[in-house]
């Protein structure tokens, strides 16, 4: 469906046209889709879906390395690291969807208008930048306020802007906000058609781009937003979509299969936590948390992780950092169940469990979680906890999670890297500056940690960041602010026909969660 | 009295609806009794018998999470129940006071009260209970006031009109004659001639009020899992339709079941105690 | 005149109830505890930025001024931006609404056309079979909630048997400028009767789910009106003259118990509006219900407060439209009393 709400007030000419419309020639169209609204203002994206929009509309300096970990060249073919000054160099054959060149001074705008708008992702960059200047058409120049070794990695989080068109298109100084959540302005490998953030936003692909498609690209694109699970199910079935987004229920991942889908996983630098609330009774006693740390049933957490005999949407976990993150450590145990060993943390914690309540909290929209929630009411209950499982709306728990005195005892929530640099995980999770917000539901306040972590965005040397964040981890272990229930791996149901390459061969894949639903490196067939 | 008792239970339909909402009040009070698996009705885990369909041991099937269908069902009639007698309770006592107090004393009174009224009536209902909702934390109790403030200004409005049309009446103007306080005549005089109408409408709001709830809780607005609710099971077994049918199709049956069933013995006694 | 005054009058009316509606809304809005900017803002978020956001959104004063300043921007035509959309809460409702209105107005019209003769049937044998059969139907049909409806329907005729499709206005394939925003008038306007007959395809299933309770309701009023003319001398009169049953039911019955059930079908406007949000739900049909559901649930202040308003605005309207079809319809009510 094109429903498009600009041509309106061309008035008489658009009747004149719409009586020569006729059915789109499409060839070949991608139909995927996401549960939140999409946001397609780079410098508002906040989640997966809007993740997904600005790596296709728009491009970065640097991306999530493929294949591997940390980044590669994108816009920025190389650059050069001095102290605290960061100089780029830029593609010279890159333009706009407009026909504009992409310049050095794009690439300064657009730090400055996503700093001004002080959404999105622009707390990666808070107080960290002190100056950005083009000193050449591909030159840009970053100064820092002081070394900050995360700051290469959250550059993929920085996507740019055209200058020109945002500049036009600007009302009362409102950096063309208002504009930009309904149109493009980037140099990306797709181009907005239309854009209804409840219902879908469409893409044209876009032939001028400096990077290959792969044969069988899709010309047209249909990003679709609150499908329920039983819809992407039957339409799916009908060969009305083709790839699912990763929420759906294990049962209905499965019955997809059984018809012909091909399921594939991201990883995504992505943990499931159960954060356990530091900052209250009885959980403020590290051995009351190590007791349902080690009480916590792995195996059967695993089992509900599982799609089919072939598929799952989770791996084991060893400690708070992913896989594919520097100071991800083999050898920090997996925590698995072990009974003896919690009777004797809780033995020696300080409360009696029997006069706390534990109140367990679980994403409305998410249900699926609910069983985490009741495996663990079945297992504390045993060890005397009286737990108490409630079900609590999104908008609701990011609230209630912001006063640490009151809020949930145990809350379960995903949380992936927003670069490829630890950092961004472990400093919003457990660093003791952080607000307290979903993130950081937590609380942890761990001076040791805190050392950690600071040295770490200091230190540019990656050797020795791997000691310091392998430190970290060890410390996270040991303390255990949250229960590192198993890494997430994002499952999507691929209809028969469609090959989604980044995700069917690892030496494709692309470290971060979301950056590998690049539309054009995804086959599929000519419509019927 | 006792011929209300005798017309509904001499008409077919009035004792398939008493039958109905006999099971269900029956299904309430006894659910620990009655039903197979009692402890399904909280948070409890199953998985081995999860998403199994209907058979002897699970009539009604299993939940994703392997708990008796029957069983939730049995325990949700008792929120179901609870929710229409605790605004049942609230509603009509605070719509009758506004009814009665702006139909008779009249002039400003009227004008502001009735127009406090017109504010409530002019959202749609459910629109009204929605928005409240989510203002406010998703719990039974607050879905309970929910309702309860989309329901009073239809009492207001029934008694109003009541009242303004009694209030000339000869008992009324006599009980003015000899000095009975307003209030007197109010509550006294011009209330009893109110209660046919208001019992009607009570009967025949208990379903519409299981109806709103259970609107409430599909769109997650309403009472929260694990505790076992209608709408909520029904908006959680869509998630797996068509595959897991079961786990929608049966508490959305039982909604209509118990709705019918009020809808059935209101609409007799509608036609007993208000002969138009 | 008296038509023209009496519109009038009740424009005003509605008018003083929709201020009434939109500090009711707006202070219990207001009054809840909570911070929206951060909500908006996201997880990552530092105390600065939601500060920043509170301040641009005049969070930080008083209820009153921020009422006053409300209704300021209101008048203009500015309700905010919507934290759910990230656009202006107006651009939001101008673009959804038709699609609900659309909705509402086709299953307002099944409503009419089925429920009315269903009632009539009813009357007409009453007592007999097929009277039962109408009330037992017609009472089952107000007794589901309308999700339970749209469920089923979705069900048996989507996904058991593929004879609808499951979502969506329009078949993907197929590409209308919007004019209008109602997709049946857009196609037509644009020549295309491919697209119209995809846009009707779309819409029956929906439809019909929200108008179900509708048309019990409709039929049950319907009969009871009916009823009450049957017992009146025209009707006895018609009998005595051996006029033909059908005739009767047709000319002397139907016709005056038309106007007190639309009256009544009017007031149904308001079930059906709340219904939509139900059924827009389940077929994530684009329209102002389904987005009032996604800002009711990410507690998206301003679109909640202009979601309220516009639907309380539509439902006056429409009932202001069924006033003026009626004393158009029945001259005498043109001179008689306001109230009900």
């Not at chain 1, 294949?67 to 000054?85: F, K």
């Not at chain 3, 919007?178 to 306007?189: K, P, Q, S, V, Y």
Request: net charge negative; proline share 6%.
């Amino acid at each position: 469906m094109l429903f498009n709400t600009k041509t309106t007030l061309l008035g008489t000419t658009v009747l004149a046209m719409t009586l020569a419309a006729a059915p789109v020639a499409a060839e070949r169209i991608l139909r995927a889709d996401e549960v939140a609204v999409g946001e397609i203002d780079p410098a508002k994206a906040t989640d997966y879906a809007d993740t997904v929009l600005a790596i296709n509309l728009y491009d970065t300096l640097v991306y999530p390395k493929q294949g591997g970990s940390g980044v590669q060249p994108h816009l920025a073919t190389e650059w050069a690291i001095d102290g605290a000054t960061y100089t780029f160099t830029l593609r010279d054959d890159v333009t706009f969807n407009s026909g504009n060149p992409l310049t050095a001074a794009d690439v300064a705008y657009s730090f400055e208008r996503m700093m001004a708008m002080g959404q999105g992702n622009s707390n990666l960059f808070a107080g960290v930048v002190d100056s950005v200047e083009a000193t050449g058409d591909n030159t840009v120049v970053f100064t820092l306020t002081e070394p900050f070794a995360p700051f290469l990695a959250s550059l993929v989080r920085m996507p740019v802007v055209d200058m020109a068109v945002v500049k036009a298109n600007e009302v009362d100084g409102d950096w063309a906000s208002t504009w930009m959540s309904q149109n493009s302005a980037g140099s990306g490998q797709y181009v907005i058609t239309s854009h209804d953030p409840q219902t879908e936003t469409v893409m044209a692909y876009e032939a001028d781009y400096f990077m290959e498609p792969v044969e069988g690209y899709p010309e047209t694109v249909r990003y679709r937003y609150g499908l329920e699970p039983s819809t992407v199910r039957a339409l799916m079935s009908r060969g009305e979509h083709d790839i699912s987004s990763q929420w759906l229920p294990p049962e209905v991942f499965a019955g997809l299969a059984e018809e012909g889908a091909t399921l594939v996983t991201e990883a995504g630098l992505s943990g499931e936590y159960f954060k356990m609330n530091t900052q209250r009774a009885p959980l403020d006693d590290v051995h009351c948390r190590r007791a349902l740390a080690y009480a916590f049933d792995y195996a059967t957490m695993a089992q509900l992780t599982q799609i089919n005999d072939e598929v799952s949407s989770g791996r084991p976990m060893n400690g708070a950092i992913p896989q594919g993150l520097l100071g991800y450590d083999a050898i920090v145990p997996n925590f698995s169940q072990d009974m003896a060993l919690a009777q004797e943390e809780l033995a020696k914690c300080a409360y009696d469990p029997a006069e706390h309540l534990l109140d367990v909290a679980f994403i409305a929209e998410t249900p699926a979680r609910e069983r985490g929630a009741l495996m663990m009411q079945a297992i504390y209950s045993t060890m005397g906890f009286n737990v108490e499982i409630t079900r609590t709306p999104w908008a609701l728990l990011t609230e209630q999670v912001t006063a640490p005195p009151t809020a949930p005892h145990v809350v379960e929530i995903a949380v992936s890297a927003a670069s490829p640099d630890t950092d961004s995980l472990l400093y919003a999770m457990y660093h003791s500056s952080q607000p307290a917000s979903w993130i950081a539901s937590s609380y942890f306040k761990n001076p040791e940690l805190d050392a950690l972590l600071d040295q770490a965005r200091i230190e540019t040397d990656q050797d020795a960041r791997q000691d310091i964040y392998a430190q970290a981890n060890a410390i996270l272990a040991q303390e255990v602010p949250d229960i590192f229930a198993y890494e997430l791996l994002g499952a999507f149901a691929v209809r028969e026909g469609v090959t989604f390459h980044n995700l069917a061969d690892p030496a494709l894949t692309y470290p971060n969660s979301g950056f590998n639903m690049r539309f054009a490196d995804i086959s599929v067939p000519e419509a019927e | 009295m006792k011929r209300a008792a005798y017309i509904l239970l001499s008409n077919p339909l009035s004792v398939i609806g008493l039958l109905l909402v006999g099971t269900v009040f029956f299904c309430a009070l006894f659910a620990d009794f009655i039903a197979p698996y009692p402890d399904h009705a909280g948070a409890v885990m199953n998985f081995a018998f999860a998403n199994k369909p209907p058979s002897a041991e699970y009539l009604l099937g299993t939940d994703v999470v392997g708990r008796d269908i029957l069983t939730r069902i049995i325990y949700a009639y008792q929120v179901a129940l609870g929710m229409g007698l605790v605004v049942l309770l609230i509603a009509p006592p605070i719509g009758v006071a506004f009814g009665l107090i702006a139909g008779y004393i009249g002039g400003w009174t009227d004008f502001i009260l009735m127009r406090i009224s017109d504010i409530f009536l002019s959202i749609p209902p459910l629109v009204l209970a929605l928005a409240i909702m989510g203002l406010l934390e998703p719990t039974l109790l607050n879905a309970m006031l929910a309702i309860t403030a989309m329901w009073w200004p239809w009492y207001a409005r029934l008694v109003y009109n009541i009242t303004r049309g009694e209030k000339v009446e000869g008992y009324v103007l006599a009980a003015e004659v000899i000095g009975a306080s307003k209030a007197h005549i109010m509550f006294r005089e011009i209330l009893p001639n109110c209660v046919p109408a208001i019992v009607t409408k009570m009967t025949l709001d208990f379903g519409f009020v299981i109806l709103i709830a259970s609107s409430l809780s599909f769109l997650g607005l309403g009472v929260q899992a694990p505790t076992a609710d209608l709408g909520s099971m029904v908006s959680e077994g869509t998630r797996y339709l068509p595959d897991s049918w079961w786990m929608t199709i049966f508490p959305g049956l039982a909604i209509v079941v118990a709705v019918f069933g009020f809808n059935l013995v209101g609409d007799v006694l509608r036609d007993v105690l208000e002969p138009d | 005149m008296s038509i023209f005054r009496r519109l009038l009058g009740r424009l005003g009316a509605s008018l003083i109830v929709l201020i009434g509606v939109s500090m009711l809304i707006f202070f219990i809005a207001r009054i809840i505890p909570g911070d929206p900017a951060r909500i908006a803002l996201g997880p990552r978020a530092t105390d600065a930025q939601v500060e920043q956001m509170r301040e641009a959104l005049n969070l930080n004063e008083p209820i009153v001024v921020q009422y006053g300043l409300f209704m300021g921007d209101l008048v203009r035509g500015d309700l905010g931006i919507s934290l759910y959309s990230n656009r202006p809460v107006m651009t939001d409702l101008v673009e959804y609404l038709p699609a609900t209105l659309e909705l509402v107005l086709l299953a307002g019209f099944m409503m009419v056309m089925i429920g009315l003769p269903l009632g009539a049937i009813s009357a007409r044998y009453r007592g007999r079979w097929p009277d039962n059969l109408v009330r037992v139907i017609s009472l089952l049909a107000v007794s589901a909630p309308a999700f339970v409806w749209a469920v089923g329907l979705v069900l048996v005729f989507a996904y058991f048997t593929p004879l609808f499709p499951i979502t969506g206005r329009i078949s993907d394939t197929l590409e209308v400028e919007r004019l209008t925003g109602f997709m049946l008038i857009d196609t037509l306007a644009a020549g295309r009767l491919d697209a119209f007959a995809s846009a009707l395809h779309h819409l029956i299933l929906p439809a019909f789910a929200l108008a179900l309770s509708g048309i019990g309701q409709a039929a049950r009023l319907t009969r009871s009106n009916m009823i009450a003319t049957y017992e009146q001398p025209a009707i006895e009169m018609a009998q005595a003259y051996g006029f033909s049953e059908a005739r009767i039911a047709r000319r002397y019955a139907f016709k005056p118990s038309l106007i007190p059930s639309l009256t009544i079908i009017g007031l149904d406007f308001a079930a059906l509006l709340g219904n939509a949000f139900l059924v827009e739900v389940i077929f994530a049909w684009p329209g102002l219900s389904r987005y009032g559901v996604g800002v009711i649930l990410q507690k998206d202040l301003n679109a909640i407060v202009g979601t309220v308003l516009i639907i309380s605005a539509t439902f006056l309207i429409a009932n202001i439209i069924v006033d003026f079809l009626v004393s158009v319809l029945n001259p005498r009510i043109r001179f008689s009393e306001d109230n009900k």
